[in-house]
């Protein structure tokens, strides 16, 4: 995308053209403002144009009561970061800087793919909340790891068996710990999901999600509990768990199940309905964003009205309040049916009012 700046309104922002122009390139620099890190891509280099150095992103904004500024630059080997005119080690600086939320047809794979797709959404959000959260996930996966590998060696070298207890008391005190984290922000996400899919669906449909535990541990557990419970699978699993060589129980194996009026969204959704649930679980993760941090998060809707009735299309054009929006969209009929807001164009890489 060519060099541009956009001053977006603090409601709806409608972004529209044709495909492959741009749209979504608007999106992705606005997230990467929230960590440093593409919805689209792992490859930083991807962001810098062909023939060109370097690529930078520079974003204003409002948040945690004053005036911010930001600033994102892109090498081919690197990036660095600047923060209110000071320069940081790392973009994990601006995680708890700016908050936002983004939908992409991509997030589907919650519905469509198997458990590890849910357990990665569940896992981003908790660990965009507090960083602390994202330090228990690396060490839970750390232990996993370390106790597969001793798994694969007890096979070569039985002795070995006579260390397993010391990983085992470790990974269940991290897998407790991340089990409960899930399920608290799971209670959050499910309220609120099964709210705003009332109102996408005009009050036709529920939607309902539920934390699937392989340890069948109930919400209302103590950690305590959570943690006599894990144990108590690791050491009833643990001979099958050598004779596999690696760990059968834990959140690693845990899933979420989604339901609209309680079927399967995945065997029995429509494509839109698929959409709708979607959306509705990333609505309800800003507004668990909002009440656990105090701000507002920015919602980033990228190709999100295709397969969406006029009323579902309506509910995320003109009934999301209070919030500022970004959506991307090519039919023109779409950006017609924005009541107030502001509307941009983009085509061949620029964009205009």
């Known amino acids: 995308m060519e060099d541009c700046d956009i001053s977006p309104c603090e409601g709806v922002n409608v972004i529209y053209g044709d495909n492959a122009q741009g749209k979504t390139n608007i999106i992705e620099a606005l997230w990467f403002f929230c960590g440093g890190h593409s919805f689209r891509t792992s490859h930083d280099s991807e962001v810098i144009r062909w023939n060109e150095d370097y690529a930078r992103l520079d974003l204003n904004f409002f948040g945690q009561g004053r005036d911010q500024r930001a ?3 892109f090498l081919s080997n690197k990036k660095t970061v600047n923060i209110n005119g000071v320069d940081k ?6 995680i708890e ?20 797709e849910r357990r990665r959404f569940i896992d981003s959000a908790i660990c965009r909340e507090k960083l602390q959260n994202a330090v228990i996930l690396s060490k839970y996966n750390r232990m996993l790891n370390q106790r597969n590998t001793l798994l694969k060696d007890i096979q070569r070298k039985p002795r070995l068996e006579d260390t397993l ?23 959050m996400l499910a309220e609120k999901a099964a709210f705003y899919h009332d ?10 999600v539920h934390y699937l535990s392989t340890e069948d541990i109930q919400p209302q557990d103590s950690l305590e509990e959570i943690q006599r419970i ?36 995945k065997a029995f959704a429509s494509q839109g309905q ?17 009440e656990r ?13 295709s397969e969406l009735d006029s009323g579902r299309q309506n509910f995320l054009l003109n009934e999301l309040k209070e919030c500022q929006v970004f959506i991307t969209c090519c039919e023109q009929s779409n950006k017609e049916q924005l009541r107030d807001g502001k509307i941009f164009n983009v085509s061949k890489g620029k964009i205009a009012e």
């Open 230 to 265: 894990f144990a108590e699978k690791c050491a009833k699993n643990r001979a099958n768990d050598i004779h596999l060589g690696v760990t059968l129980s834990g959140p690693h194996r845990d899933d979420i199940d989604i339901l609209i009026n309680e079927k399967s969204a």
């Open 89 to 94: 080690s790392s973009a994990s600086a601006l």
């Open 165 to 187: 207890e010391v990983w085992d008391a470790q990974l269940v005190r991290y897998g407790a710990l991340l089990i409960k984290k899930r399920l608290e922000y799971m209670q």
């Open 199 to 208: 109102g996408i669906s005009k009050g036709k449909e529920k939607l309902s």
């Open 293 to 305: 941090m105090g701000e507002e998060p920015v919602i980033l809707l990228d190709d999100v009205l």
């Open 97 to 116: 800087k700016f908050c936002a939320v983004v939908f992409s047809p991509e997030h589907l794979n919650l519905i469509k793919r198997g458990p590890g």
């Open 274 to 290: 698929q959409r709708s649930a979607v959306l509705s679980l990333k609505l309800a993760e800003a507004a668990v964003l909002k």
């Open 71 to 73: 600033m994102l630059k």
